[in-house]
Every structure is written in C-alpha cells, then in structure tokens.
T-cell receptor, first 111, second 116 residues
Framework: KQEVTQIPAALSVPEGENLVLNCSFT??????LQWFRQDPGKGLTSLLL?????REQTSGRLNASLDKSSGRSTLYIAASQPGDSATYLC???????????FGTGTRLKVL | DAGVIQSPRHEVTEMGQEVTLRCKPI?????LFWYRQTMMRGLELLIY????????DSGMPEDRFSAKMPNASFSTLKIQPSEPRDSAVYFC??????????????FGQGTRLTVV
C-alpha cells in the first residue's frame, strides 16, 4: 500500500531564505508526482507536476525534483516571501491507477 | 474554463439529515475524484470515477455515503443520514486521465460540511 510522508510537518523561516520541503513515498511504481499549495480555507492549487520519466520541474522560484528509486521528492523554494505561507502537499499517482495519494503536508510560514 | 465547481461552499445540517454535495468537473476531463479532508486524517480519497463509471470506492467510509456521476459534467456525493463525525471539507477533483504519466489533477474549492 502506498504511503506518502512529508517532513517537516511545519516550518517557519525568515523572508528571503531558500528552503526545501521533503516528500517520501514507499512504492516507486508511480505515474507521476504532483505538488500542491493550499491556503487556509481554500482548495488545492497545482504547483508542479513531475512525470515518472523526469527528474525535475521548474516554475519561477519553485523547483521540484524526483528520485523514484529512492522514493523521494523535494520542493525547493528560492528567496521565500510572506506570500508563500501556506500548506504544501505532495501527491503520487500509482502506476495502473489514477488515484492520487496525498502526504500529510508541510505548513510553511514565512516571517 | 472556470475550473472544478463545487456547491454549496458551506453546509450546516443537523444530525440525521441527508446532505448532497455537488461537483462540476472541468469540461473534457474523464476522471473525477471525491476527497475528504480533516485535521486528523488529512486528505482521504473516497471514490474515483473514470468515464462516469465508479472505478474504486474503497475509501467510502460507510453505506451512509454514496456517489453518482450521471453524466460527464456532474457528480454528487450524498450522506444519509449524516453524523457529527462526517464534519469535514469535501473536495472534488478532475483530471484528463490517459495512458501516460502526464495526468494533472485540478481541485475545486471544497464544501465545508458541519453536522451538529
């Protein structure tokens, strides 16, 4: 059974700092991995999608990497801003299904 | 496209009442998902439809929960009778599932359900 874990659960950083959020999964047979952002009381906004054949994706100040063999993904946020404060969730789609299995999220606060 | 549209945004109901949540997926998407989010359990997949057919409903907690997708542009999640422990935010998501790894999910704004 696929299990997705995110570390840390919460993070507070001063503005301008570069930071890394971690996501690990137990079953490497995945179609893709997607990073989402969730603001309080809101829905989920897709940030980056990494296909199983890719190793990283970039969008603006965000960079996500994927290492399938080790079951890990990282989301790198450069030059963090107060507007980046939100909960960040990663989700994997297992091969052979289209179900998204979510991690528990990292709650980020940029001071 | 307006994205995934859910209604209502908020619902407060009394225990024992029937609750119906509604979802309109993105036009052209062939997969639809219902998720429940709570502080304790995070995001849990309840049911997944592909081409209007329920593929996996193993996440539906009890027989009190049922979901339908009568056509490609509409789905409902019904709880009957509702209980206080059903209080959560319910999300609908859709994607264009294809036999490759480029499937991206898009989420609605959610329905916050409170059962008193």
């Amino acid at each position: 059974k696929q299990e997705v874990t995110q570390i840390p659960a919460a993070l507070s950083v001063p503005e301008g700092e570069n930071l890394v959020l971690n996501c690990s999964f137990t079953d490497s047979a995945i179609y893709n991995l997607q990073w989402f952002r969730q603001d309080p009381g809101k829905g989920l906004t897709s940030l980056l999608l990494i296909q199983s054949s890719q190793r990283e994706q970039t969008s603006g100040r965000l960079n996500a990497s994927l290492d399938k063999s080790s079951g890990r993904s990282t989301l790198y946020i450069a030059a963090s801003q107060p507007g980046d404060s939100a909960t960040y969730l990663c989700a994997v789609v297992n091969s052979g299904t289209y179900k998204y299995i979510f991690g528990t999220g990292t709650r980020l606060k940029v001071l | 496209d307006a994205g995934v549209i859910q209604s209502p945004r908020h619902e407060v109901t009394e225990m024992g009442q029937e609750v119906t949540l509604r979802c309109k997926p993105i036009s052209g998407h062939n997969s639809l998902f219902w998720y429940r989010q709570t502080m304790m359990r995070g995001l849990e997949l309840l049911i997944y439809f592909n081409n209007n057919v329920p593929i996996d409903d193993s996440g539906m907690p009890e027989d009190r929960f049922s979901a339908k997708m009568p056509n490609a542009s509409f789905s409902t999640l019904k709880i009957q009778p509702s209980e206080p422990r059903d209080s959560a935010v319910y999300f609908c998501a859709s994607s264009l599932a294809s036999w490759d790894d480029n499937t991206e999910a898009f989420f609605g704004q959610g329905t916050r359900l409170t059962v008193v």
